[in-house]
């Protein structure tokens, strides 16, 4: 359990808390935090699916711009490592991953909400990456995610610019996937999560596995990734008993063991 970032499980939904009031920067502590929780939440068995929190009030307003100011080149190009390696390690999760945002997500916490599967976000949230405006490019991913997630040109715009956008066109360009107020985001995100307890765990993995890698190859090496994921699915016993519980059952009824 770190000081900066929690893990908290409750009916098998983790919880990833970021708490360092007042706006959640991102230091070094933090970042190293976010990669060992995210490497336990991955790892274990009571955990079926994950949202990841910043509070009631605010997300991440990015990293740490006291902390990085001093840092000359050759500090940055050995820290730069960390700055995505904490990214890394939540994105390579094998579980569901949702972000629930409240109040800013700027910066380092836009990348660490790119990388969870999907976002919720409250209705007055903002999102953007203002790296620009220091003199520097995002560097935790930001590049990257962003413009496989709402294409070349929007993610070039909004980081050319750094402004700021509104949860409605985040909405609309597809940053965010579902808006709800302020009080209700987290709820939400924790519900959607919910739904993948008691699933069947090695596929869930795989089905990840298989857009994600597939995301980063050409389309018939990104096949190639799905037969291979969908033929190991066979060695496992919740596929026996999904589709014995279909044949007996109809769709929808079976009962999963996660192995």
């Excluded at 929690?6 to 009916?11: A, H």
């Excluded at 009080?183 to 919910?194: R, S």
Aim: with cysteine; net charge negative.
């Amino acid at each position: 359990m770190g000081e900066l970032v929690r893990l908290e499980v409750k009916d098998g939904v983790g919880t990833i808390r970021l708490d360092r009031p007042k706006m959640n920067a991102l230091d070094a502590q933090m970042q190293h935090e976010i990669t060992e929780v995210s490497a336990e939440a991955d790892r274990r068995d009571d955990i079926a699916a994950v949202v990841v929190f910043g509070g009631d009030r605010v997300f991440a307003a990015g990293a740490d711009i006291k902390e990085m100011s001093a840092m000359t080149y050759q500090e940055m190009a050995r820290h730069a490592h960390t700055l995505q390696t904490f990214t890394r390690a939540l994105a390579a999760i094998g579980k569901p991953t949702v972000s629930a945002i409240t109040g800013f997500a700027l910066g380092g916490g836009c990348e660490v909400a790119l990388a969870t599967d999907v976002r919720f976000a409250a209705d007055n949230a903002k999102l953007g990456q203002p790296e620009i405006l220091l003199g520097i490019i995002p560097g935790a991913g930001g590049t990257q995610r962003l413009a496989r997630l709402v294409g070349p040109a929007r993610a070039k715009e909004l980081v050319f610019t750094g402004r700021f956008i509104d949860a409605q066109e985040a909405l609309a360009i597809g940053l965010v996937d579902q808006l709800h107020p302020a009080d209700e985001v987290y709820d939400k995100a924790t519900e959607w999560a919910a739904q993948f307890v008691g699933g069947p765990a090695l596929a869930l993995r795989a089905a990840k596995a298989a857009v994600d890698r597939g995301l980063e190859v050409d389309l018939q090496t990104g096949l190639e990734i799905e037969r291979a994921e969908f033929a190991a699915l066979f060695a496992t016993a919740d596929q026996a008993a999904g589709m014995a519980s279909f044949i007996e059952n109809g769709p929808g009824k079976a009962t999963f063991s996660g192995s």
